[in-house]
């Protein structure tokens, strides 16, 4: 059974940036593709950033150029989020995935607001 616990959410001015960690059980080099989603009330949960395969990443076209996502040789991975505006609040989730198994965090709240 894998474990993810995400930090780093907060309340936030339009313009500002947050960073969020994601602290897994076990390596994060160990997963076949790991991330963060994000759901907005009434909203799907969608793709915000994740690794893919190796070193290769994929990025929500929201999201690039102001989110980046990273990951420490242990078992925490990051997204850092610049420029945030309004319509990035949201729930946002870690995943990670092992097939056929595919895990979730609880969330962690982001609201960007003035």
């Known amino acids: 059974q894998v474990q993810l616990v995400e930090s780093g959410g907060g309340l936030v001015q339009p313009g500002g940036s947050l960073r969020l960690s994601c602290r897994a059980s076990r390596s994060v ?3 076949q ?3 963060w989603y994000r759901q907005a009330p009434g ?3 969608e793709l915000v950033a994740a690794f893919v ?3 290769t990443t994929k990025y929500a076209d929201s999201a690039k150029g ?3 996502i990273s990951r420490d040789a242990k078992n925490t991975l990051y997204l850092q989020m ?3 505006k309004p319509e990035d ?3 946002y989730y870690c995943n990670a995935r092992i097939k056929p198994q595919n895990y979730w965090g609880q969330g962690t709240q982001v609201t ?3």
């Open 43 to 45: 909203n799907q949960r």
């Open 53 to 55: 395969g190796g070193a």
């Open 112 to 114: 960007v607001s003035s």
């Open 66 to 68: 102001r989110f980046t």
């Open 89 to 91: 609040t949201a729930v």
């Open 82 to 84: 610049n420029d945030l």
């Open 29 to 31: 080099l160990s997963f």
């Open 33 to 35: 593709t790991l991330g």
